[in-house]
């Protein structure tokens, strides 16, 4: 097989197209750059979803904890605390297991019966779990910007008659996004990252179906040789971690456009690893 | 454990769920918390040391050590680390015992064979006929190390920032005084830094907390190993025959490390506030008006 046929066999082998059977023996360099990059569309639909979904319940979690009623702030602090302080790890463990204990038949509601099966794959269970879960970490990032909005500015709006809704909308809204724009990036890498512990938790692969690492570990585990397909997966990753700095660069420049240039703030990668 | 536990399917109630959970399985599920525990006791001093390692690297005037340094920081930061798991794992395990079969083998054919990893018997770490305890113990010696190693990466980032963050005043003023690159570092640098790690030490404890699930990939039989183990369903021909109870094992791992979070959180903030004390920064300051 040359290295075209191979990259026309299983370029989309991770979402089930082309060749079924995965490679058992005389593994070339191009299967496994090959099927480990067709691995990272798993890890791209599970980082791009959660994140777009995340963003609006996270707004939505950051204005409850900042509400001064109680009956408001408190659930959106426990989901805070509750999945910002235990491991991702587990919440995906228990995720598939609560999942599991639904109704296999499925459920009666008024007469109509909803399926229940598809809740245990990893395409909807774990990207459940990755969106609250990084939903958790953006509120509390957008809470804390919205904390540091500089009190002159809210002043000054209320002394121009701008209040509620519009004091949001128009003052609040883009100053909280630019001040938590740099901490949002890391956010949203650390994300990505952690679409890697998706197969290697509770949710199985479904027919081989695998992201990015399913493939590399696949491989280290076929060849017993784990300086091919990590590197590959690493060198995946550098390359992603790159690009979404890149299009945050843009959102960040926007987002500064009217400020000069010596106060806009810069995206700077800062250290935080597992969830 | 208790004389009424002899015949489990005799017993009922609270009688059955005392039994049930003072079981000889159960008992090796609660020291695996201790197992827990002890990778977090040996890991984060092990990773504070690498870390201060590579910081000092980091700021080395010599070009190549420098460069090593940063470039151990920025290669582990760019990189999921559960890669970094799986990957050190395996590569340790085998350049230590590619290292031995050098020194005990007499053939010295090169290891990677095809689809095989090979070396003598002799070279195999741990040997194939030590007990299970030393398998046991050397999986989990190689999950401290990798630990270690990433976490050490992490630290050596936050210590680097926090030796750049002491005032270049204080430095300037103790090579006035006539001290040496060395006595600078050890009595002034190094003393007042910690102040500027904490808040990024503080975010690693609690990264690391996290992390320890992930000694299950290792293979060890952690916490998360027993909790399977334990809640799948039993039939009658065990013990004590149940249904599916993972999810209550998992619910009771989630409120460990919630109730764990919490605590180093609590711990870290008075530490935090101890550390402030009478120092040139915002938050001693906080306390020097509070108190006035």
Known sequence: ?275 | MFDACADPKSIEGLTWAACYLTSGKHIDFYWSFVTVLLLLALTAPAALAMGFAGATAARSRFLPISILGKGYAAIVRGVPDIIFFLFFVIALDQGIEYLKSLAVCEDHAWPWQGLEFRVCPEAKVPLGKSSAFWHQAYGFGLAVFTFAIVFGAFAANVLYGAMNAVPRAQLETAEAYGMSHGQVFRRILVPQMWVYALPGLSNLWMILIKATPLLFLLGVKDIVYWARELGGSKTQAYEYPHPDWRLWYFLGLLVFYLIFTKVSEIVLARLSARLSHGQATAAGEAQRKAAA
């Open chain 1, 1 to 275: 097989m040359t290295c075209w046929e191979t990259i026309q066999a299983y370029a989309f082998r991770s979402i089930g197209l082309g060749e079924n059977l995965l490679p058992r023996t005389d593994f070339t360099l191009c299967q496994q750059v090959t099927l480990i990059g067709s691995g990272m569309i798993w890890n791209i639909y599970f980082g791009v979803l959660a994140l777009a979904f995340g963003f609006v319940l996270a707004v939505a979690v950051a204005l409850a904890k900042s509400s001064p009623q109680p009956m408001i702030r408190k659930p959106a602090e426990w989901f805070v605390f509750v999945f910002r302080g235990s491991p991702l790890f587990i919440q995906f463990f228990l995720a598939y297991e609560a999942l599991q204990l639904l109704p296999k038949a499925g459920i009666n509601v008024l007469g109509i019966t909803v399926e229940t099966a598809w809740t245990t794959r990893a395409w909807a269970g774990a990207l459940f779990v990755l969106f609250l879960n990084t939903s958790a970490y953006a509120a509390e990032i957008f809470h804390g910007a919205l904390k540091s909005i500089p009190k002159g500015d809210l002043e000054a709006a209320e002394a121009y008659g701008i209040t509620g809704w519009q004091k949001f909308r128009r003052i609040q809204w883009p100053t909280m996004l630019r001040l938590a724009w740099p901490a949002y990036t890391n956010e949203a890498i650390f994300l990505f990252h952690a679409t890697t512990l998706v197969f290697f938790s509770g949710f199985p692969a479904f027919r081989q179906m695998g992201d990015a690492l399913y493939y590399a570990n696949y491989f280290a585990d076929k060849t017993f040789n784990p300086f091919i397909p990590y590197p590959i997966v690493a060198c995946y990753f550098i390359a992603l971690t790159l690009i979404v700095t890149g299009l945050f660069a843009l959102v960040n420049r926007r987002l500064n456009r009217h400020l000069p240039s010596n106060v806009k703030s810069r995206i700077r990668l800062r250290p935080q690893i597992i969830r």
